[in-house]
């Protein structure tokens, strides 16, 4: 069974923290990783999309990736309250082409202001 | 990012009729689609990998002939949720794969809430 893992929370931070989202997957032939971000009620959105061993930087977020550990994070800078959202880990499977996807439970965040 | 229109947001039906539910992509033409079922505080449940022209590939434990799914264009699949019953109330949502640099993305469409009474 393929899975991702990711603590389901709640991680609280204050405003202007650095809150640190952990993920693991199981599949060593993944070799594409996505964080998306769902506010309640809400659908997914694509924040960072990840291929390739250590970090990729857009703005406040930082995704990084060890392949070797089987390991993705995502790091938000300057945590602001409209942050509060739970965020997915994602891994294509490794023996597809078709962009299926296996998802984490998610991680709740909680940034107080 | 790459714009997916999901219709309708949200729907209220009598046990026993059937909804269906739009997934277009508007700025791409994809090839894959997907459709995922969401309960309340929990993850992401995939249903079915819906391919142009061709039969939906459904996951396991999910009924092909309860869920019905068309893909009959490059931007365009349904779900179909047939005699609906109140276990059906449910988030649904659909996303698109769009190609880019050789790698598949995707994206959501903003999700159909269903409400079976």
């Known amino acids: 069974q393929k899975e991702v893992e990711q603590n389901s929370g709640p991680l609280s931070v204050p405003e202007g923290a650095i809150a640190s989202l952990n993920c693991t997957y199981s599949?060593?032939?993944?070799?594409?990783f996505f964080w998306y971000r769902q506010y309640s009620g809400k659908s997914p959105e694509l924040i960072m999309s990840?291929?390739?061993?250590g970090d990729k930087e857009d703005g406040r977020f930082t995704a990084q990736l060890n392949k070797a550990s089987q390991y993705v994070s995502l790091l938000i800078r300057d945590s602001q309250p409209s942050d509060s959202a739970t965020y997915l880990c994602?891994?294509?499977?490794?023996?597809?082409?078709?962009?299926?996807?296996?998802f984490g439970q998610g991680t709740t965040l909680q940034v107080k202001p | 990012g790459a714009v997916v229109s999901q219709h309708p947001s949200r729907v209220i039906c009598k046990s026993g009729t059937s909804v269906k539910i739009e997934c277009r992509s508007l700025d791409f033409q994809a090839t894959t689609m997907f459709w995922y079922r969401q309960f309340p505080k929990k993850s992401l449940m995939l249903m079915a990998t819906s391919n142009e022209g061709s039969k939906a590939t459904y996951e396991q434990g999910v009924e092909k002939d309860k869920f019905l799914i068309n893909h009959a264009s490059l931007t365009l699949s349904t779900l179909t949720v047939t005699s609906a019953h109140p276990e059906d109330s449910s988030f649904y949502i659909c996303s698109a794969a769009v190609r880019i640099l050789a790698k598949n993305i995707q994206y959501f469409g903003a999700g159909t809430r269903l409400s079976v009474l």
């Open positions: 990840i291929y390739s061993n």
């Open positions: 994602a891994a294509d499977h490794g023996s597809s082409n078709t962009g299926k996807l296996i």
């Open positions: 599949d060593r032939g993944s070799q594409s």
